[in-house]
């Protein structure tokens, strides 16, 4: 892209600059800033998976759990089979005191994809 072909505020290559740095703002623990960045990202392309995965994320990092919580059912929604959703909403539940809500969420997350981390957090030895 030349000097004079800027992407316009609105553009595509805006939105995917602007999830490139959300996804830097959150690695470098700026979760609010990366919410405000992927706020238009959203906002133009509603059905983006990814980037309300990362917004659920930064909404994690910056506690603010119930937003976390709604971003991480809508990814499921879309993808059942996402085990890193099941794991972040199984975080979320626990972090917000409901841990029969994170135990099921864990587990799903382990049945789908056996990581040690989400095994561990399953607990699938201990009667449910």
Do not use: C
């Not at 830097?24 to 992927?38: C, F, I, N, S, T």
């Not at 959703?85 to 382990?110: D, S, V």
């Amino acid at each position: 892209m030349s000097e004079t072909t800027r992407p316009t505020p609105s553009s595509p290559e805006t939105h995917v600059i602007d999830f490139r740095a959300a996804e830097q703002l959150l690695a470098a623990r700026d979760p609010r800033g990366a919410v405000k960045l992927l706020d238009s990202v959203i906002a133009a392309h509603p059905e983006n998976t990814a980037a309300r995965l990362l917004r659920a994320r930064a909404f994690f990092a910056a506690a603010q759990l119930r937003p976390a919580e709604l971003e991480f059912e809508l990814v499921l929604e879309r993808e059942p089979d996402n085990a890193f959703a099941h794991f972040a909403l199984a975080r979320t539940h626990e972090r917000a005191g409901r841990p029969e809500q994170a135990r099921r969420h864990f587990r799903l997350a382990a049945a789908l994809d056996p990581q040690p981390e989400y095994l561990a957090a399953a607990r699938f030895e201990e009667q449910a």
